[in-house]
């Protein structure tokens, strides 16, 4: 579970770098080549969407980061994804002495 979290926030970490680098900034940005979908959606659309997809991202880096927080292994406790393959040691009997 711990691994998926941390897949996943590596995942929408670089969504959310992508959202960032094509938004509008003072100097045009990385945005300013794209102005075919700003004449087709609408300059104010795409930037709600921008906008809103980054508020998105964000919240989701936090919620799986506390996700991760609690699915972190603990110390001396020991994650079993396979339990066929755990092998059990018995004490071996004990024979009397002669």
């Known amino acids: 579970m711990y691994l998926l979290c ?6 929408v970490s670089v969504l959310m770098c992508g959202i960032v680098l094509i ?17 087709i959606m609408g300059v104010r659309k795409t930037t709600d969407f921008l906008e809103k997809a980054t ?3 964000a919240a989701l880096i936090v919620i799986i980061s506390i ?7 603990r110390e001396g406790e020991v994650e079993i994804t396979n339990p066929a393959a755990v092998e059990t040691t018995l004490p ?3 024979t009397p002495a002669l």
């Open 67 to 73: 996700a991760a927080a609690y699915s972190l292994p």
């Open 6 to 11: 941390v897949i996943l926030i590596v995942l």
């Open 23 to 39: 938004q509008n900034s003072k100097g045009g940005g990385l945005a300013a080549g794209f102005a075919s979908s700003n004449q």
């Open 92 to 94: 071996a009997a004990e």
């Open 55 to 57: 508020w998105t991202l």
